[in-house]
């Protein structure tokens, strides 16, 4: 349990639980042969690469936390005239301040992940998938572990959970069908994740961080890679009204978590106007590509899949820019 002040965004003892009402169907498999044989050796090399954190990671380096652990260029703010006119002190508090918030984000995006994936064990219909999704359940739960731990050792504790990623990890949580369990978690969650961690690990200056980074990668490429491979064919045996639904809850969950990103909890820890802090990180020219390059995982997957509609490309040009990365590698 986490103890800090509200003003800081981060978790009291007050509300340290949270109970959501979920409704889904607990599945029996009676097919205990290994049919799907890439789900399979994606199970046997889970198996392989297991990690444990607590050991593998050099926890005894010393972080300073105001040094420039990632380049200044990725605080939103960066370029802009908030930036310009900021004190070296205030400089040097945004560096932590905004460090503290995104791997706060990250590490509660993985419990949503660990909750999620729990949920696939339970309701999805393939013996296989289960297999491959009892791991991912530990590997979310070490993920927590790491970056938790890196939060409250290395940079004083965490933030609360951004509204917008609560938002969109309630929905996958509380919705019914597990295709849908599949397609929030492990396509749009987790393939922006892949995306955020292998940008942070090119550019980290901090050697403990680089180390959580590249093991936690390892982790999240077979995560994706199970979303398409569980998920293939299967939209395309949907309904047009089913496969649309689909379609919207992609693009919902799309600017969810591009609307995630504008850190508005650091600008009111910063004692800057949240509303126009905000404004200028969403029409920031590097925030707006970096955003956008987040989606490069995303946006391969879903057309793999399937669901890349007239109706969402439309949306994914318009609405989010994005549809660029439509001819880039799909994950599996």
Same mark, same amino acid.
């Given at each position: 349990m986490y103890e800090g002040t509200t003003?800081?965004? *981060?978790?009291?003892?007050?509300?340290?639980?949270?109970?959501?009402?979920?409704?889904?169907? *607990? *599945?029996?498999?009676?097919?205990?042969?290994?049919?799907?044989?890439?789900?399979?050796?994606?199970?046997?090399?889970?198996?392989?690469?297991?990690?444990?954190?607590?050991?593998?990671?050099?926890?005894?380096?010393?972080?300073?936390?105001?040094?420039?652990?990632?380049?200044?260029?990725?605080?939103?703010?960066?370029? *802009?005239?908030l930036w310009d006119r900021a004190t070296q002190r205030e400089r040097l508090k945004l560096r932590r301040e905004s460090l503290r918030w995104l791997l706060s984000n990250f590490m509660h995006g993985e419990q949503g992940a660990l909750l999620a994936t729990a949920q696939i064990v339970d309701c999805t219909p393939s013996m296989e998938a289960k297999f491959y999704g009892a791991t991912q359940v530990m590997d979310e739960a070490r993920h927590v572990e790491v970056?938790?731990?890196?939060?409250?050792?290395?940079?004083?504790?965490?933030?609360?959970?951004?509204?917008?990623?609560?938002?969109?990890?309630?929905?996958?949580?509380?919705?019914?069908?597990?295709?849908?369990?599949?397609?929030?978690?492990?396509?749009?969650?987790?393939?922006?994740?892949?995306?955020?961690?292998?940008?942070?690990?090119?550019?980290?200056?901090?050697?403990?961080?680089?180390?959580?980074?590249?093991?936690v990668i390892r982790d999240e490429s077979r995560h994706v890679a199970f979303g398409v491979i569980a998920l293939d064919d299967f939209f395309r045996t949907l309904s047009d009204k089913e496969r649309r639904e689909r379609e919207e809850f992609v693009f919902e969950g799309c600017r969810l978590m591009r609307d995630r990103l504008l850190a508005e909890e650091v600008w009111r820890e910063m004692g800057w106007p949240v509303d126009e802090t905000r404004d200028i990180v969403l029409h920031s020219p590097v925030m707006i590509e970096f955003r956008k390059m987040l989606f490069s995982k995303v946006v391969p997957n879903v057309k793999r899949l399937g669901l890349l509609s007239p109706w969402l490309r439309e949306r994914f040009e318009q609405d989010l820019d994005i549809l660029k990365f439509e001819h880039e590698e799909p994950s599996a």
């Open positions: 003003n800081a965004g *981060t978790t009291t003892e007050a509300n340290a639980v949270e109970y959501l009402s979920t409704t889904f169907n *607990t *599945t029996y498999s009676w097919t205990y042969e290994m049919v799907r044989l890439e789900l399979h050796k994606l199970y046997e090399k889970a198996k392989r690469d297991q990690w444990d954190g607590a050991t593998l990671l050099p926890w005894h380096l010393d972080v300073d936390p105001e040094a420039e652990l990632l380049p200044d260029m990725q605080i939103p703010v960066y370029g *802009t005239h970056f938790a731990r890196y939060l409250t050792e290395k940079l004083g504790g965490p933030y609360a959970i951004s509204p917008h990623l609560k938002q969109l990890l309630d929905q996958i949580l509380t919705d019914s069908r597990w295709d849908v369990k599949y397609l929030g978690m492990q396509i749009l969650v987790e393939g922006l994740a892949m995306a955020a961690f292998g940008f942070m690990h090119k550019t980290c200056n901090e050697p403990l961080l680089t180390d959580l980074l590249h093991n």
